[in-house]
């Protein structure tokens, strides 16, 4: 009986050393190394957060991974930035906000974008992506000018190649393609957003500005 009591409280001290389940972004036992988040030196799971003001910063984390919500707010500075991530890829609504030139809001369904609404460096989108094929259907507004894609394709036969917009969902990219109209050789292609939508970029974009400034 001895022996398991000394057990359960050998067992009781390890856990109560072990890291909270919430910490305070300015914790000095957290750390960033490697593109992980630590905590007394080992992978973090939990929650990082930071309150100052009207500032709000929520961050999730598996085994010193984003995962699950984050949450960046700054509303002196007009930023908001809201995302769930699942499995190393994002999930369910992404919003972003900063400043009048750039207020998007997109949905993806385990890292697939399946819709971008707003406005983006002063052009407005509302375009939705085929889950399978991540082909465009619906409207840019470019410079006042409307620009309609159907299954993929610019809707304009007075022009004399095509254009093509469409999500690849190997690269996480959107592509914006000009096709030869004869040929059907590839003139141009254009990463629209590069690597916003891939969780990795995020990931070292937030913490690389909170922990290496």
Known sequence: M???????????????????NRVDLNDNKLSYVNKVIKYS??????????????????LNFKNGKLDGQLKLSNPQLNILLIANVV??????DFISKEGEEFDMKSKLSNGKLLSVDGIIE????NVSFNETTGLANGT?????E????????????????????????????????????????????????????????????????????
């Open 122 to 125: 002063g052009e407005n989108y």
């Open 41 to 58: 030196g080992e992978p973090y799971t939990g929650t990082v957060y930071s309150k100052e003001d009207d500032s709000e910063l929520i």
């Open 140 to 144: 840019m507004v470019i410079e006042g």
């Open 146 to 213: 409307d620009y309609t894609f159907k299954n993929g394709y610019l809707d304009n036969k007075d022009l004399n190649s095509k254009i093509k917009l469409y999500f690849d969902s190997k690269v996480e990219k959107v592509f914006l393609e000009t096709i030869d109209l004869k040929t059907n050789e590839l003139i141009e292609k254009t990463d629209l957003y590069e690597d916003i939508f891939k969780v990795s970029k995020l990931e070292s974009y937030i913490l690389d500005t909170l922990f290496n400034n």
């Open 87 to 92: 499995n190393g890829k994002l999930n369910g």
């Open 2 to 20: 001895k022996k398991l009591v000394m057990l359960l409280l050998l067992m009781l001290t390890m856990l109560s050393f072990g890291a909270p």
